[in-house]
């Protein structure tokens, strides 16, 4: 796992790390729960801003979850399917 954490972060420019991180840090996660997110699923850094923040704001809204929920299972921001009555 660490090779896969070191690649993804090797191909990231500083300011775009920096920029991910406050994207996070907006969303009220702390640098903690980014850590362990990234620790856990690395491609969680590629996710772009306007899904995070969609992904976020649904499972925290209207799915009842918590943000130590996302932080444990973070790989539910790139695999969430959200219920045909949310799309339509």
Do not use: C, Q
Not at 26 to 43: A, C, I
Not at 57 to 64: D, N, T
């Amino acid at each position: 796992m660490f090779v896969h954490v070191f690649a993804m972060l090797t191909k990231l420019k500083t300011s775009t790390l920096e920029n991910k991180f406050a994207i996070y840090r907006s969303l009220g996660f702390n640098k903690e729960d980014v850590t362990v997110m990234l620790r856990w699923y690395p491609t969680s850094i590629g996710i772009s801003e306007e899904k995070l923040k969609k992904t976020v704001s649904f499972l925290i809204g209207k799915a009842g979850l918590i943000r130590e929920d996302i932080v444990t299972y973070p790989n539910i921001l790139d695999n969430l399917r959200r219920p045909l009555s949310t799309v339509l």
